[in-house]
């Protein structure tokens, strides 16, 4: 069961890039979320969907696009990378409305990203 | 403005004993609450969850208290196990989304 799949797992940039984070589910879910782990400061809602064709911000949008063009994938865009957008990056999808059931938000495994 | 606060950054227990960790949350309209267990490389997986209409949830060795009126919520494991070590996050869920706590590092010592 593949569940929620971040790519790519890894990623350098410089200063400037761009780049595309991908996120796929398989489970049917409506709901889906961006969100980043920095140390101390626990999980912050970047962008999140309520779904297909729909994007919100969150606790933190600046420098972050997203778009749902079809219900399996989130994708989050850095136009203009910055160093203070290293982090690990999760991705979560959910059945219910704000994972407000048993099982809450299933997660991907996380993509690490360093900007230099 | 962290709105899911975990105050203890880690914690270590022995094998065997409770482990107890503890949230705190500043908006009332929070309405259900979980907990995720993270283990290093690997996505938060779901542990537990409870919802404002209640003040007690047990699963297995996992016990989630709500305690409304103080705005807070604790997780009790009992027997603590070698293999609980992990990051454990507070989250509560308010609206469309879900808002986390910074985390608290268990190490249960065998």
């Known amino acids: 069961n593949a569940g929620v799949t971040q790519t790519p797992k890894f990623r350098v940039l410089k200063t400037g890039q761009s780049m595309t984070l991908l996120c796929a589910q398989d489970?049917?879910?409506?709901?889906m979320y961006w969100y980043r782990q920095d140390p101390g400061m626990g999980l912050r809602l970047i962008h999140y969907?309520?779904?297909?064709?729909?994007?919100a911000k969150g606790e933190v949008p600046d420098g972050y696009n997203v778009s749902r063009l079809k219900k399996q994938n989130f994708l989050l865009g850095l136009e203009s990378a910055a160093p203070s957008q290293t982090s690990v990056y999760f991705c979560?999808?959910?059945?219910?409305?704000?994972?407000?059931?048993?099982?809450?938000?299933?997660f991907g495994s996380g993509t690490r990203l360093t900007v230099v | 403005d962290q709105q899911v606060k975990q105050n203890s950054p880690s914690l270590s227990v022995q094998e065997g004993r409770i482990s107890i960790l503890n949230c705190d949350y500043t908006?009332?309209?929070?309405?259900?609450f979980l907990w995720y267990k993270k283990y290093p490389a690997e996505g938060p997986t779901f542990l537990i969850s409870?919802?404002?209409?209640?003040d007690k949830n047990e699963d297995g060795r996992f016990t989630v208290f709500l305690n409304k009126s103080a705005k807070h919520l604790s997780l009790h494991i009992v027997p603590s196990q070698p293999g609980d070590s992990a990051v454990y996050f507070c989250?509560?869920?308010?609206?469309?989304?879900?808002?986390f706590g910074a985390g608290t590092r268990l190490t249960v010592k065998p």
């Open positions: 979560a999808s959910s059945r219910s409305r704000g994972g407000r059931v048993n099982y809450g938000y299933t």
């Open positions: 489970m049917n879910h409506e709901y």
């Open positions: 969907s309520v779904g297909e064709g729909t994007t």
């Open positions: 908006n009332s309209m929070f309405d259900y």
């Open positions: 409870i919802s404002s209409i209640k």
């Open positions: 989250a509560a869920a308010g609206g469309n989304d879900m808002r």
